[in-house]
């Protein structure tokens, strides 16, 4: 996807209150191996309306998050503390029952790989009106009209034929459309798309991203976009969290990709490709991510950090820092902005968002 930046023009505004709150989450799965600490102690809050990205390398934890949403996490997974408020609702001590009447309804997923995610005995019309018919009770011939007409709002062509098609007879791009119809067949209030791009070409990821972006500006549907591609955040999200090893380290509006401040998130963002700019070699984040079996109480960043050594931070090797607002609509977990006992923070931030260092 292509990597330019523009703020979206269409931000909603800021609604009193938050569609999805999820306070303290930790997700972990208990292997004969260890504990993996996949999600471990997790904040997050999506406004009504608002596109929300999700971002951060492979196994950092966003797609486990999302399977902790909807509580489908797989053994020898499960969630072991924290709350999930979803319209003021603690969906966590809902009974099985009512969440799968919550699941579909009004929270819809779009997971990773379409083609893998349909039934390749049934037609893909069957499979939408399927869904029609188990939560809204609609009669055989109903439930298919509408899923024609899903199929059409999401722009298959031919809408009719196509929905007597099998999944092997539909292309990667046409099957994600068909997993879009599928979650927006119940007016959902929250759709969840993990890399909803994947394996698909440039142009068909475009036209994927603008549909997702036209259905939840018409339906004023809260989307969370899981992605690892800052290029498509910047293009299609109103806020972004950054993940790493199972914690958010910075949230803030979508223009904080004009001024980053959590050094994993300006690597990040240093590693994008500019169109027009010639590199020998971009820039890489030295290091791997560590063991979500041993993690050590510390700042699970420190030891890839060139930060920590520009400024001496010994701290970042002993005390995990808060996530921490640094700035309006801004939040960092980091030591170079908060101070503690002996630590002095080594830079500020001004009330025009500049970074300065502190003068000793």
């Known amino acids: 996807m292509a990597s330019s930046i523009t703020i979206p023009q269409d931000k909603p505004e800021k609604a009193v209150n938050h569609l999805l709150d999820v306070q303290g989450l930790k997700t972990y799965f208990f292997t004969d191996e260890g504990i993996v600490k996949a999600v471990d102690g997790l904040d997050l809050k999506v406004r009504r309306g608002?596109?929300?990205?999700?971002?951060?390398?492979?196994?950092?934890?966003?797609?486990?998050?999302?399977?902790?949403?909807?509580r489908l996490i797989p053994k020898p997974g499960r969630i072991v503390e924290g709350e999930i408020?979803?319209?003021?609702?603690?969906?966590?001590?809902?009974?099985?029952?009512?969440?799968?009447?919550?699941r579909g309804n009004r929270i819809s997923m779009i997971f990773q790989e379409p083609l893998m995610s349909l039934n390749p005995v049934f037609t893909i019309g069957s499979q939408v009106a399927e869904v029609l018919q188990l939560h809204q009770g609609l009669d055989k011939e109903t439930a298919w009209e509408q899923a024609i007409n899903l199929l059409d709002q999401v722009e298959i062509p031919d809408p009719s034929d196509k929905a007597r098609s099998y999944p092997h007879e539909i292309s990667g791009g046409q099957a994600q459309r068909v997993m879009i119809a599928t979650a927006l067949a119940l007016d959902p209030q929250l759709l969840i798309t993990d890399e909803p791009t994947t394996a698909l070409d440039v142009t068909i990821q475009a036209q994927i991203l603008d549909l997702i972006r036209e259905l939840s500006r018409d339906r004023n549907t809260?989307?969370?976009l899981i992605t690892h591609d800052l290029g498509v955040v910047a293009e299609m999200c109103h806020?972004?969290?950054?993940?790493?090893?199972?914690?958010?380290?910075?949230?803030?509006?979508v223009g904080f990709f004009d001024r980053p401040m959590h050094p994993y998130?300006?690597?990040?963002?240093?590693?994008?490709?500019?169109?027009?700019?010639?590199?020998?070699?971009?820039?890489t984040i030295q290091g791997n991510v560590p063991d979500l079996m041993g993690m050590p109480d510390q700042c699970r960043f420190a030891e890839r950090c060139e930060a920590r050594t520009d400024y001496n931070l010994n701290i970042c090797t002993e005390i995990e820092p808060d996530l921490r607002q640094i700035h309006p609509n801004h939040a960092v977990r980091c030591w170079l902005f908060q101070s503690h006992e002996d630590h002095q923070a080594p830079l500020i931030v001004t009330e025009a968002g500049v970074i300065k260092r502190v003068v000793s």
């Open 85 to 102: 408020f979803f319209d003021n609702q603690a969906i966590l001590k809902l009974s099985d029952r009512e969440m799968r009447q919550l």
């Open 222 to 224: 809260s989307v969370i």
């Open 50 to 70: 608002e596109i929300f990205g999700l971002v951060g390398e492979s196994g950092c934890g966003k797609t486990v998050t999302a399977l902790s949403i909807l």
């Open 265 to 283: 998130t300006q690597g990040l963002i240093a590693s994008i490709p500019i169109p027009g700019e010639v590199k020998n070699r971009l820039p």
């Open 239 to 253: 806020r972004v969290a950054v993940m790493y090893a199972g914690r958010i380290v910075e949230e803030a509006d």
